[in-house]
């Protein structure tokens, strides 16, 4: 009786307090010197999977680990290792190989649960902890008001929050910090799901401090939602994005060549470094390499993926309520997707995927002439008189934005206003103003358009490349008069 006893005992699953003392001891002896502590929200989060597993409720991959994950956790980018493993015995055993071997986690969480065909699957959840923020419930009621309080890790600066409400829109909320310290209160009215999201800036640009998902009056769900059916690869990002965009009533964004290459080539150097960031020292910004490859844009957002499909890496981004705002941003019309495999900052093997959105630059046959009329609707829009269009300050204008371009300076010597209130008739007094823009519509922040004063303007504007603001510039000199 006492051998049968023994044996059960022998195919029994570990305790948790086994497999995190196996994990902790693995750490030790694989990591030397870097200390690690059991996190209880990825513990749970490896619970909660394990437990869905061996219930039939979520498959045994990296992605369904990452949901629970995602559910259980504010860490922005917790690395997921799963296994499985016969007899459940050995599942302590096991703990030992699913953390990454590069030893880039302070924060371990491990569970495990027998499956039906007998075996164990066995999870382990690692993450970096930099940024402290104090615990958010996952389930509020609506009306609730939940507090974001938290200190930053140490190099990053100047937090902002983000979330993205119900019904998809993102909204950038005041955030009061005093130096690395962040505090805010956040009333939660809609029914439904929110992300909550604090950015910050480090060496590498914008980056993800803490990501909290909170259900408010709607149960946490309890199961993976269905794989996605967009494709795989590239293509089935793009189809993704274009569903995405389409459920919100914006216009489709257009795969360009040019941004491709550029995306590519991001995505190229982040794993060749080995760094995920959309600040490399060997690339710059996202503005200065389309400025390198000369492409003019009005406005560009890009957001950074890093995870085992290039699929699970574009939902990572979608789940960012920063980086969500950018495939949301209206004035987006083109789309550049670049994605290369590479080793991770922790060893593994995974995809940096890089998305890029633009609003190009399109130029106009009379830009001077849509310059005036957007200058006309401003001081209608302000109840001022209307200037009258000049020909002579006309003439004047586009003789100098002529030089100003051909010289590639914005430069104007004292001598043309005065020059100008001489050539014109019945004027007493003329100032200029010039701007280097992207479009006519940026004109109405023109300083002199809001002064009563002045009864005459004149337009000079053309379209430029420049080696110093970028290509396909649009060269503006504005003339006021009276």
């Keep these: 009786m006492l051998v049968a006893l023994l044996l059960v005992a022998a195919g029994a699953l570990p305790s ?11 750490i030790v002896g694989s990591c030397g010197e ?7 929200d990825l513990t749970r989060a490896c619970r909660s999977y394990t437990a869905a597993a061996a219930a039939g409720r979520a498959s045994v991959n990296g992605p369904a680990v990452s949901f629970y994950a995602s559910i259980e956790s504010a860490e922005p980018a917790p690395v997921a290792g799963i296994g499985t493993v016969d007899p459940p015995s050995h599942a302590d055993r096991a703990v030992g190989d699913l953390f990454p071997k590069s030893c880039h986690f302070n924060r371990i969480g491990v569970g495990a649960a027998v499956l039906p065909s007998g075996g164990a699957v066995v999870c382990a959840l690692t993450a970096l902890h930099g940024t402290d923020l104090d615990r958010i419930t996952g389930r509020v009621d609506a009306g609730e008001t939940v507090h974001v309080r938290g200190t930053l890790a140490p190099g990053l600066v100047s937090p902002r929050l983000y979330v993205t409400r119900p019904s998809g829109e993102v909204d950038e909320l005041k955030l009061g910090n005093d130096g690395r310290s962040f505090a ?7 029914r439904g799901e929110h992300s909550i999201e604090v950015l910050a800036d480090g060496a590498g640009g914008p980056q993800v401090a803490a990501l909290r998902r909170v259900f408010v009056g709607v149960p946490v769900p309890t199961r993976p939602p269905p794989e996605p059916r967009d494709g795989e690869g590239l293509a089935g990002v793009e189809a993704a994005i274009a569903r995405l965009r389409a459920s919100h009533g914006l216009p489709p ?4 060549r040019e941004l491709d290459a550029s995306a590519e080539g991001h995505s190229h150097e982040m794993a060749r470094l080995r760094t995920f960031a959309h600040v490399l020292p060997s690339d710059g910004t996202t503005g200065e390499r389309l400025r390198a490859r000369g492409y003019p844009y009005r406005s560009v957002g890009e957001n950074i993926g890093l995870a085992n499909d290039v699929g699970s890496a574009h939902e990572a981004i979608v789940g960012s309520p920063a980086h969500l705002a950018n495939l949301l941003d209206p004035r987006h019309r083109r789309l550049g997707l670049g994605a290369v495999k590479g080793l991770t900052p922790d060893g593994t093997e995974a995809f940096y995927l890089t998305e890029v959105l633009v609003a190009p630059v399109v130029g106009s046959v009379d830009p001077a002439g849509e310059i005036a009329g957007y200058l006309a609707a401003e001081r209608q829009r302000r109840g001022l008189r209307a200037l009258r269009r000049d020909q002579t300050l006309d003439a004047v204008a586009a003789e100098q934005v002529r030089a100003m371009a051909s010289s590639d300076q914005m430069k104007l010597t004292k001598a043309v206003p005065a020059a100008a209130a001489a050539r ?3 004027l007493s007094s003329v100032v200029a103003e010039l701007h280097v823009s992207t479009a ?3 004109l109405t922040s023109s300083k002199n358009l809001a002064e009563p004063r002045w009864t005459r303007i004149g337009v000079g504007a053309l379209y430029a490349s420049s080696k110093e603001y970028g290509p396909s510039r649009l060269w503006v000199v504005l003339l006021y008069g009276r």
């Design 16 to 26: 948790q307090a086994q497999l995190e003392g196996a994990a902790l001891e693995a």
């Design 34 to 40: 870097r200390k690690a502590s059991i996190d209880r």
């Design 184 to 190: 805010t209160a956040l009333t939660l009215e809609t």
């Design 253 to 256: 964004v257009q795969r360009d």
């Design 424 to 426: 014109a008739k019945g």
């Design 440 to 442: 006519p519509e940026d």
